[in-house]
C-alpha cells in the first residue's frame, strides 16, 4: 500500500506557479470574502493567505459581518468583479443560514472565479483537481476504472464525479438515500469519500487494491482532524490511499494557486 503524500504533490504544484509568477513580472491579486465566524473557514482561509504569501499572489480578505444583508454581499462582489485590479475572487462557504451561495455566485465573474462555482466558469473547481491529481500520482490512466464517489454536493461529490467521468472513469454516486454502499464500494478500482462523517468507510467496504481518496474533513471531540475513512484498517486493504490532514486538503489550495495564476495568463 502507499500512502499519497499530498502535501509533497501541493509542494511541486506551488513550486511551479511560484516560478510562472516571477516569470509575469507583475502582481497578481487576489480577493476573498469571508461572511460570519465560522471557525472552520477561518482555518480554510488563513491557510489560503499562507499558500498565496507563498507563491508570490496578492491576497486581500474582505470580512463581512454575520447579519450582511445578500444585497450588500452581492454588491461587494460585483464591485470586485468590475475592479481592474482584482485578478480572482473567491467567496468562502458556507454563509450563514440566511444567505444564498447560489445567488451570490452568480454576481462573481466567470472570468475570476477561481474557485471554479459560477456555471461556464474557465476554471476547473480546486478539489475535484487535487482529487484527480492524487489518484493520477499513482494510476495514471484511469480511462475503464470503475469509481465510486461518496457524496454528491455542487460544491464537491459532483464536481469530482464529472472530472472523472470526463477521465473515461464509470462512475457511481452514492448519497445520504443510497442503499448499502458497500454493494456499490466493493466493485469500485478508485473509491473517493467527500460526505463529512468520519469512519464512514471501513475496511470490510473496499475491494482490495483499491485506491482510496479521502475528501472529508471531520473535527473528533479532542478537536483532532480526520477524514471520512477508516484509515488505519483501510491502510492494509488499499493499493495507494490519502490521508487526513496532509492529503487532498492542500492539494486543493496548490490548485486554487494555479488557478488564480491562469486567471491572469
Ligand atoms: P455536504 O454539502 O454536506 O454534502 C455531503 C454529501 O454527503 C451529500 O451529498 C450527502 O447526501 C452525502 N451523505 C451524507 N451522509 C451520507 C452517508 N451516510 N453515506 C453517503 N453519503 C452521505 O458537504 P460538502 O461540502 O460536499 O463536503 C463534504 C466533505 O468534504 C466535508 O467533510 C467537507 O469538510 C470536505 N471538504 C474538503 C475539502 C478539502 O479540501 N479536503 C474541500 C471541500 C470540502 P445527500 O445529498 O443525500 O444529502
Redesign the pocket.
Known sequence: MRIIDGKKLADEIKREVAAGLVAKKREVRFDAVIVGNNAASEIYVRNKFRACEEVGIKFRLHRLDENTAQADLNTLLDKLSNDGYVDAILLQLPLPEHLSSRDAILHIAKTKDVDGLVAGSPFLPC?AQ?VLYAIKSVAPEIGGMTAVV????E???MPIARLLIKENATVIV?????KD?KKWTKQADIIVS????AK?LTADMVRKGAIVID????RLSGGEICGDVDFQKVLPVASAITPVPKG??PL?IAFLCRNIYNSVL
Do not use: D
Not at 194 to 197: I, P, Q, R, T, Y
Open positions: 478539489t487535487g461518496l457524496g454528491r454536493s460544491l464537491v461529490g452514492c448519497h445520504s438515500m443510497t454502499i467527500a460526505v463529512g462523517k464512514l475528501v472529508g474533513i471531520n487532498i486538503g486543493t
